[in-house]
């Protein structure tokens, strides 16, 4: 079964803005701190940003002031709200637990460039 499913991404022009979205399944729970992770070709997968179950929320010093995430307990789905996106913001973005990952999706692209 499909446990946490991104969508959103997409080409786009430095300056644009992306909302991401991810669908967290039932199975495998909402009631958590959840978490934006983003990849690029050739390096680690890191933390963009993460919210606790009760909404108190975090972005890492490259994206603050520009990102915000968000989460909708009744649909359980989680957002990441881009905007000012520059060339170093490309890659592959994922959600997930803050803790304790054992599985990931297939992340949802997003491309900056002119």
């Known amino acids: 079964q499909v446990q946490l499913v991104e969508s959103g991404g997409g080409l786009v022009r430095p300056g644009q803005s992306l909302r991401l979205s991810c669908v967290v399944s039932?199975?495998?729970?909402?009631?958590?701190?959840l978490a934006w992770y983003r990849q690029s070709p050739g390096n680690q997968r890191e933390l963009v940003a993460y919210?606790?179950?009760?909404?108190?929320?975090n972005v890492e010093h490259p994206v603050k002031g520009r990102f915000t995430i968000a989460r909708n307990n009744s649909k359980k789905i989680l957002y990441l709200q881009m905007n000012h996106l520059k060339p170093e913001d490309s890659g592959l973005y994922f959600c997930?637990?803050?803790?304790?990952?054992?599985?990931w999706g297939q992340g949802t692209q997003v491309t900056v460039s002119t």
């Open positions: 919210i606790t179950s009760g909404g108190t929320s």
């Open positions: 039932e199975d495998f729970g909402f009631d958590r701190p």
């Open positions: 997930n637990l803050m803790y304790c990952i054992t599985t």
